[in-house]
């Protein structure tokens, strides 16, 4: 009996850590791209929110071993994207999204100004784009910023369906290291590119 039980705890364990195996899209790109770096592939980071810090507590005479403790901060400007990097001597520029909806992605998760700042990214050569993670299929797609906009003028809904991203966009797929190869990505798109710069 004891020996059922025990296999029936480490059946739910494995359950569990299958169930929970990806779902959390930042630490994915944050292990994805430590390797790049630590490969010499590609340097792209996560960008740090400014803050402004007000007040503050220091140790004082009596609790020399004291921490220093942040009593007071605001955030001083809006951020712009999560990512930002080189590869390839291109500049890449990218927002990563989860959603927990099974048919839509909502737009109002990425503010405007994170929208015209991808727009200034693209419209000055930089490859920019979307990582959207659905949670509930595990499913996680590179859109590129040229198929967002496009989605963005032709369209007035508050969302972009699952369906646009099957049809545009491209799911990256999980793999042990890196944990989401979205330069793989990049790289058929930097052959197209090429190739129609051959052909002007």
Do not use: W
């Not at 850590?17 to 779902?23: C, D, E, K, Q, S």
């Not at 003028?153 to 991203?165: A, G, L, Q, V």
């Amino acid at each position: 009996m004891e020996n059922t039980n025990q296999l029936r705890e480490i059946l739910k364990s494995k359950k569990t850590f299958h169930n929970n195996r990806g779902m959390n899209l930042e630490n994915d790109i944050n292990l994805s791209n430590q390797y790049y770096v630590d490969t010499k592939k590609a340097f792209i980071y996560k960008k740090p929110t400014p803050i402004k810090i007000v007040k503050v507590d220091y140790p004082t005479k009596s609790n020399k071993v004291g921490n220093i403790k942040i009593r007071e901060a605001y955030f001083e400007s809006p951020s712009t994207t999560d990512y930002n990097g080189l590869y390839k001597g291109k500049y890449i520029d990218f927002e990563a999204k989860e959603t927990n909806n099974k048919e839509y992605f909502p737009l109002e998760n990425i503010h405007p100004h994170q929208i015209n700042h991808l727009k200034n990214i693209y419209e000055n050569g930089g490859i920019c784009f979307l990582i959207i993670r659905f949670t509930a299929y595990n499913k996680t797609y590179l859109l590129f910023g040229e198929d967002f906009f496009s989605f963005l003028n032709s369209n007035k809904r508050k969302s972009i369906p699952i369906e646009y991203f099957q049809k545009k966009g491209h799911e990256i797929l999980e793999k042990y290291s890196p944990r989401l190869d979205y330069l793989e990505i990049i790289d058929k798109y930097l052959e197209v590119t090429y190739v129609k710069e051959e052909k002007k």
